[in-house]
């Protein structure tokens, strides 16, 4: 019972990601056409600034590390590739303590309660499966009468979203590897 209260819990947060998603790209479809295109131009300028402060940081670091002596710069990538490592084990070690935290809570509760539970979350995951099927209806319907030039500005907006998106994530990624970087400088100086 207790891990299928975990799938059911793991379902029923894709089906909410996926009610999110149709939610979206219904106020998408009610869009003008020339929103969208407006829309769109702001965030491949959003882009286009995201890459170039990508490509900034990028030619920093290497700047940095070309006045590092090269042992000095191998000891430092050596250290942030320890300190990635370090990281990932830990997010995994947290990730164990929460499931850990789950399942004690759920084990204290007797079987006819986990029944409940599961019963519940089905229900639930029921409810949000009607009203995915009731959101694609209404997507398609919706999608019958966008031209495909729409249509495909749509696509080109949610594509520059995910794109913006991993951008940011490459930047925070970035910033923090040059901030790193510069601590184990400091400290391999220090030493």
Request: avoid cysteine.
């Amino acid at each position: 019972l207790i891990d299928d209260i975990k799938a059911a819990k793991a379902q029923l947060q894709q089906k909410e990601q996926d009610i999110n998603n149709l939610y979206e790209e219904r106020e998408l479809i009610a869009k003008p056409e020339e929103d969208l295109k407006e829309d769109l131009a702001e965030l491949e300028g959003v882009l286009r600034d995201k890459q170039a402060e990508a490509d900034e940081l990028k030619a920093a670091q290497a700047e940095e590390m070309k006045s590092v002596p090269k042992e000095k710069a191998k000891l430092v990538k050596e250290v942030m590739s320890a300190k990635k490592a370090v990281d990932s084990k830990q997010a995994e070690i947290d990730n164990l303590r929460k499931e850990l935290e789950e399942e004690r809570k759920l084990v204290g509760k007797s079987s006819e309660e986990l029944a409940d539970d599961l019963n519940a979350l089905k229900d639930q995951a029921d409810a949000k499966k009607d009203e995915i099927l009731s959101l694609i209806n209404e997507r398609n319907e919706a999608a019958k009468d966008v031209p495909k030039e729409k249509a495909d500005l749509i696509k080109q907006l949610r594509n520059a979203k995910n794109e913006l998106k991993s951008k940011e994530q490459e930047i925070d990624r970035l910033n923090e590897e040059m901030s790193e970087d510069r601590r184990a400088m400091r400290k391999n100086t220090a030493e």
